[in-house]
């Protein structure tokens, strides 16, 4: 009975510590982003708490100096995130304002799809991007490249971090005070798990090819 309690005890530790931590990261991503002068500041923000949550999934425990990490972090990928970052953004906008003009101009149902359908694909690959880049030391077209051989090759993975980015948004839309102090590492957690275990599962069964 007592050895139950101390594992009980140790367990609501544990989550309260990785509770605060998540909140943690919510302010160093504010910070990033703030340092960035906003719009060069999302993108590294974000690649930069990814990197933390991948040490954490390998140790099993943050960092105890982990602004000092996301600093890091931040300025090693300031450069090549922001680069991925804005393409990524730049093709997702062109794609967004072709459906809009398919949707009211062409009045073309069968083009329309189409470019809904390459606009979702290249979302998720958007999903998988920033992961893929702390993974892989690749060229600027070959992130995109793995990226979206990721998404196509890792199907369970991929509606895995769908599902987890709804609960996600589910969570901080029933408490809306997590939009401030969470919402961002509770978003990026799902993708930076399940990204993860999409990699090491190609990782692992290239391995057993090779062999």
Same mark, same amino acid.
């Given at each position: 009975? &007592? #050895? =139950?309690? #101390?594992?009980?005890? %140790?367990a609501t530790y544990n989550l309260g510590e990785f509770l605060i931590a998540l909140? #943690?990261?919510? $302010? ?6 703030? %340092? ?23 140790? #099993? ?5 982990? $602004?000092?990490? $996301? =600093?890091?972090s931040y300025q090693v990928a300031f450069k090549k995130t922001n680069l991925l970052g804005f393409i990524q953004t730049f093709i997702l906008a062109v ?10 101009? *062409?009045?073309?149902? !069968? +083009?329309?799809? $189409? !470019? ?20 892989? &030391? ?6 995109? /490249? ?8 890792? +199907?369970? &993975?991929? @509606?895995? @971090?769908?599902?987890? @980015?709804?609960?996600?948004?589910? @969570?901080?839309? +029933?408490?809306? +005070? ?7 590492? *509770? ?12 990699? %090491? %599962?190609? &990782? ?5 090819? /090779?062999?």
């Amino acid at each position: 009975m &007592e #050895k =139950k309690q #101390k594992g009980m005890i %140790k367990a609501t530790y544990n989550l309260g510590e990785f509770l605060i931590a998540l909140v #943690k990261l919510q $302010f160093f991503w504010w910070y990033g982003v703030l %340092k960035g002068g906003i719009l060069l500041g999302v993108f590294p923000a974000t690649s930069a708490v990814i990197s933390l949550f991948f040490q954490f999934f390998q140790t #099993k425990e943050f960092s105890s100096q982990l $602004f000092v990490d $996301f =600093k890091k972090s931040y300025q090693v990928a300031f450069k090549k995130t922001n680069l991925l970052g804005f393409i990524q953004t730049f093709i997702l906008a062109v794609l967004w304002l072709d459906i809009r003009v398919a949707g009211q101009l *062409l009045q073309n149902q !069968l +083009i329309h799809l $189409f !470019l809904l359908i390459f606009f979702v694909f290249s979302l998720l690959v958007g999903v998988f991007l920033f992961p893929v880049y702390w993974r892989y &030391e690749l060229s600027c077209l070959n992130y995109f /490249k793995q990226a979206f051989f990721l998404m196509i090759a890792s +199907i369970v &993975e991929t @509606i895995a @971090i769908g599902v987890g @980015i709804a609960v996600a948004t589910a @969570i901080t839309t +029933i408490f809306p +005070i997590l939009m401030l102090i969470a919402a961002v590492p *509770l978003l990026l957690l799902p993708i930076s798990w399940f990204s993860l275990q999409a990699m %090491k %599962k190609i &990782e692992a069964n290239n391995c057993n090819a /090779k062999s």
